[in-house]
């Protein structure tokens, strides 16, 4: 049986993200069009489906890791500030983005909520997951 972490990522996060579009519950909010996806960003993303994108990209850090939170979840998509003349400093990802996104998968089904540790997949999500790396394979 083919899993997630048995094909390559990019291709299956580029896979999820057309299936995430099909849901009705995942949707972009209408300050995204405007919104940087964190400080360390100099312009908004240019991608058109950069929101199911950074969806598939959350479903499949749940899917390897365990329990995440936002907090963790933007050291993970922070990246380095530009200061300019000073040294570059490590700087974290937008929160309401990633809330956001979190929130929509969430009503979705896909992911859960554990009190005191964050979200993880559900038995939904898993197997939301395992099969596209099974179609992809």
Not at 98 to 109: D, H, I
């Amino acid at each position: 049986m083919t899993l997630v972490r048995d094909v390559k990522v990019q291709e299956l996060i580029g896979k999820v993200a057309e299936r995430l579009e099909k849901v009705d519950d995942l949707k972009p909010q209408e300050w995204t069009k405007f919104v940087k996806t964190g400080a360390h960003k100099e312009r908004p993303p240019t991608q058109k489906k950069w929101w199911h994108i950074r969806a598939a990209s959350v479903l499949r850090k749940l899917y390897v890791g365990e329990n995440i939170g936002v907090s963790r979840l933007r050291k993970v998509y922070g990246g380095r500030k530009n200061r300019g003349h000073k040294p570059e400093r490590k700087c974290k990802a937008s929160g309401a983005v990633l809330r956001r996104v979190l929130q929509q998968l969430e009503k979705a089904g896909l992911v859960e909520m554990k009190k005191g540790k964050g979200r993880s997949l559900s038995a939904k999500g898993r197997s939301f997951m395992d099969s596209v790396a099974k179609e992809m394979k």
